[in-house]
């Protein structure tokens, strides 16, 4: 059995939801830079990276949700994609120059500008090829648990109730455990 042939789109080709609108697009890059400035901060500082996908998801639902639509998940994916890229690019740029440098090269915007737009131009030319292949022909085969992440979270979005509101509970949950952190002095960082 195959599982590609299980596969179901969510939206249907009868639909016509929004998809590529100017306010997912903006807001989108607003959370790609926002993530990838502090992403950017984390590798600096830790020497390591998260991926932004699953936050920007849930912010896109957040915001761009509107009471008397019936489907965004193709809008809010388009949220997540967008913000997701740019963190992306950010993370490799870090980890990028700070080898150039110690290789010899002077440290210039110009260069550092050429390496973010080669790299990001290089992963979307290698992953529009690839991506009937990895997503919907392999569907159900591979796994992608952050993909499936982002994913579950859209759908859980788009659906409401209980589902969303988990979600939500645990970032309001995470919010309040840091600020007690830091605001209060609760649980040390680090020793």
């Known amino acids: 059995m195959n599982p590609a042939h299980d596969f179901r789109s969510r939206v249907s080709a ?23 400035a502090s992403s950017t901060y984390l590798a600096l500082r830790v020497g390591l990276t998260v991926s932004a996908s699953v ?19 193709l809008e809010h994916n388009i949220t997540q994609t967008v913000g997701s890229a740019g963190e992306s690019v950010a993370a490799a740029v870090v980890f990028t120059v700070p080898a150039l440098i110690f290789l010899g090269y002077p440290l210039r915007v110009e260069l550092s ?35 499936k992440a982002c994913a579950e979270i859209l759908i859980a979005g788009e659906e409401g109730g209980t589902s969303a509101r988990k979600v939500f509970v645990g970032m309001a949950v995470g919010a309040g ?15």
């Not at 929004?18 to 993530?35: C, D, M, N, S």
């Not at 920007?56 to 509107?66: D, F, K, P």
């Open 14 to 36: 009868d639909e016509t939801p929004p998809e590529l609108t100017l306010r997912a697009v903006l807001l989108g890059a607003v959370l790609g830079i926002v993530f990838g």
């Open 55 to 73: 936050p920007i998801a849930v912010i896109a639902i957040a915001l761009l949700r509107r009471r008397h639509e019936q489907r965004a998940i």
């Open 113 to 147: 500008t050429l390496i973010a737009l080669t790299g990001g131009m290089l992963g979307v030319l290698l992953m529009v090829p690839l991506r009937r292949y990895l997503i919907v022909k392999e569907h159900g085969v591979l796994r992608y648990p952050e993909g």
């Open 177 to 191: 455990f840091k600020a007690f952190q830091s605001l209060l002095g609760g649980v040390k960082p680090s020793l």
